[in-house]
């Protein structure tokens, strides 16, 4: 799913963002100008900042990858003690 999101971004062009607005303060991931860049936002914070869609999409690929190689560790270990 998280994949859609950052094609959707890459492909639709910089005028848009992906948003969630609740009464929480608004949640998603916004072009900025000045300075440009993408902004990620969760209720109303912000929690990243990166200066291009390409340092997203690097920081997304590494991030998948680490919980992959987490769950194949856990995985690996359970089947190896039962």
Same mark, same amino acid.
């Given at each position: ?6 094609? *959707? ?15 929480? #303060?608004?949640? #998603?991931?916004? *072009?900025?100008?000045?300075?440009? #860049? ?11 900042? *990166? ?11 590494? #991030? ?14 359970? *089947?190896?003690?039962?």
């Amino acid at each position: 799913m998280l994949g859609l999101v950052w094609f *959707y971004l890459v492909s639709h062009g910089s005028d848009h963002s992906v948003t969630n607005s609740s009464s929480r #303060g608004k949640s #998603g991931v916004f *072009y900025t100008k000045d300075p440009a #860049g993408l902004v990620v936002m969760f209720r109303g914070k912000q929690v990243f900042r *990166y200066k291009s869609i390409e340092e997203f999409i690097e920081a997304h690929m590494k #991030g998948v990858k680490a919980l992959e190689e987490k769950q194949e560790s856990v995985l690996r270990k359970y *089947y190896q003690d039962s």
